[in-house]
């Protein structure tokens, strides 16, 4: 039982790094319909921005974070402007190879020896470790507990964003529709790049977290993992929709920590038997609305 | 002058060329002129080929959007490579025979697994298809890890290398034209009317679920058949040798030459596996210089190298080929 709750713990440790990975899919999807499969490596340049900002300046931690968004943000918009919107109004797969080439690019570009390098490397510590032991039982760290602040800060910005704020409406009457958002008076272009910005900063922030959390950095080819896991999270909870992603995320995250305690390769196939079964049984994921088929 | 053989004649030019290409690969093959590296190279993109066509079927024809190819591939060389290693072909004077049943098996198995996944998952749309179907890929590869008699994690080694230039030649060539066949008969426009739109198709009386399903299995039934013949290549297989990546190659593959067309994938499948080797010297830049070279060619070319154009030998003269 005690072991079950700890690895409970595990299980949302690794769901918060998910989950803020999964809302850049699904804000990215739900805006352009484009699966980016180069948001995982967006991830990674995170992680490796975080790495060395930490250890060559001693930069203090929050400044870390900022500092890693915003590398990030200015990827993905750069990212944005120069492969996928020339290919807007064109079928919609040439995005999704192109989006793959971004994918194959940065990892390979990122693993030469004059970048990031190949070679494994270890996440410094930022903030000095601490266990606590809860009722003499279960052992929470300080970097779990700072996770959850930092989720929950950013996911009630998001929220706030998305929901309160002229930008927010404007990315929800892209998504809706681009047609009609750009009649009324809507700069679709600003409000997509805007959407990648905010969706690739919380890409660099989880990159903070995972660092932080595992401390193992094994390559620039690192992102691949949690990417897909964190896509297969967004899908799961219907993708384009915010609040499914980090429901997904978590799910995918617990199971995936209780699978691993039976067999490491059954951990890493627990993601898709889920993934097959949500589908098959929900087709559009389980917040995720039908569709509207026009004749 | 009228002409008089001209039809006939143009009839015989495809198998001539073909038979002359494969004379020369022999003679050259002979003499040594071909290292075994190139002949290797050559036996990859006969293989790739097929993979990008049946996937094409899939994904261009029938408008269904399917990257989880490279699990279908692992059935096929999994199965055949069991079957060939347990029976020690090397040493067996019925040798050829056995590979061929093994690709036989293999193939019909990975049919049955096509038509298992696919009677669920068809019923998925766009995307969600497309990460059901990598799902399968992955879950294919998640049972081999851990099933024992498949060698685990540790895959199958000691694979007898039978697979050589003639038995690629003729797979692809026949594997190619059945598929033209199949894409010209009544059944590939039932699926082009499936990709142009489906309720349409369903109005005019195509069983378009069924028709979804009868595709998924022949393109999963070719697929099963390049990986037997994949495995025989490498002489030692992996379950890693079919990751995600490797059904991404192949939709690579696809896209780059053109979804909607033969040709496209016959050309897509030879330029992007004949790049990788090119750059080969350049060693850590050679990734970096194919996926730009991927990035360049999709924002000219958004349609694919051929768009949706065939080559000449692969158009029916009939049928208004659209």
């Known amino acids: 039982m005690e072991y079950l709750i700890q690895q409970l713990i595990n299980g949302i440790q690794l769901g918060t790094v998910y989950a803020l990975i999964a809302l850049g899919y699904t804000m990215v999807y739900g805006i352009v319909r484009l699966i980016n499969f180069a948001h995982a490596d967006i991830f990674m340049v995170g992680v490796y921005t975080a790495l060395f900002t930490a250890t060559a300046y001693q930069t203090p931690f929050l400044l870390v974070i900022i500092i890693s968004m915003s590398v990030c943000a200015v990827l993905g918009v750069v990212i944005e402007k120069l492969a996928y919107r020339p290919l807007r109004h064109k079928p919609k797969l040439s995005a999704l190879i192109t989006a793959l080439g971004v994918s194959l690019f940065l990892e390979n570009f990122c693993a030469l020896p004059f970048v990031f390098g190949p070679d494994y490397r270890s996440f410094p510590e930022l903030i000095p470790f601490k266990k606590y032991v809860i009722w003499e039982r279960f052992t929470i760290t300080n970097i779990f507990l700072i996770n959850l602040l930092v989720v929950s800060v950013l996911l009630s910005g998001l929220f706030y964003l998305v929901h309160y704020t002229m930008i927010g409406r404007k990315m929800r009457a892209v998504a809706y529709d681009k047609v009609t958002a750009s009649l009324m008076g809507i700069d679709v272009d600003r409000t997509i790049s805007f959407t990648f910005l905010v969706g690739t900063a919380l890409a660099g922030a989880s990159g903070i977290l995972y660092g932080m959390t595992y401390t193992s950095i094994q390559s620039p080819y690192m992102g691949i993992w949690p990417g897909w896991k964190a896509f297969i999270a967004a899908v799961i909870g219907g993708i384009g929709n915010l609040p499914g992603a980090v429901v997904g995320a978590y799910l995918m995250g617990i199971s995936e920590v209780y699978a691993n305690a039976f067999n490491s390769d059954l951990g890493f196939g627990i993601a898709f038997a889920i993934l097959i079964v949500v589908l098959i049984f929900k087709p559009t994921g389980l917040l995720g609305k039908k569709p509207h088929e026009k004749v | ?322």
């Open chain 2, 1 to 322: 002058m009228r002409k008089f053989d001209g039809p006939k004649a143009k009839k015989f030019q495809l198998p001539a060329i073909l038979l002359l290409a494969y004379i020369l690969v022999i003679i050259a093959k002979q003499t040594g002129l071909l290292s075994s590296y190139f002949l290797q190279i050559l036996m990859f993109i006969g293989i790739n080929m097929v993979m990008t066509v049946s996937l094409g079927m899939i994904n261009g024809f029938t408008g269904q959007f399917s990257i989880g190819h490279g699990g279908f591939m692992a059935i096929g060389a999994y199965t055949s490579a069991f079957i060939t290693t347990l029976l020690t072909v090397r040493e067996n004077p019925l040798g050829y025979l056995i590979f061929f049943i093994s690709i036989v098996i293999g193939s019909a198995m990975t049919g049955l697994a096509g038509f298992l996944i696919g009677i669920p998952t068809l019923r998925l749309k766009g995307d969600y298809l497309a990460i059901v179907t990598m799902a399968f890929g992955e879950v294919i590869r998640t049972i081999i890890r851990v099933s024992e008699p498949l060698g685990g994690p540790r895959g199958i080694s000691g694979i007898p290398a039978v697979t050589n230039v003639t038995t690629i030649f003729i797979f692809a060539i026949g594997s190619i034209w059945l598929i033209r066949n199949f894409l010209h008969s009544t059944y590939g426009r039932a699926s082009r009317a499936i990709r142009d739109n489906e309720i349409a198709a369903e109005l005019n009386g195509i069983n378009t679920t069924k028709q979804k399903i009868l595709v998924f299995t022949i393109a999963a039934v070719f697929a099963g058949a390049s990986g037997a013949l994949y495995a025989h290549i490498l002489q030692f297989i992996h379950p890693d040798n079919f990751t995600f990546m490797k059904s991404l190659e192949y939709l690579i593959y696809l896209y780059i030459g053109g979804a909607n067309s033969i040709s496209g994938a016959l050309v897509g499948a030879t330029i992007f596996t004949i790049i990788p080797e090119v750059f080969r010297g350049l060693q850590i830049w050679r990734m970096v210089i194919y996926s730009i070279i991927l990035i360049l060619v999709m924002l000219f070319r958004p349609e694919g190298i051929m768009s949706d154009k065939e080559l000449s030998f692969i158009q029916k003269k009939e049928d208004l080929f659209p």
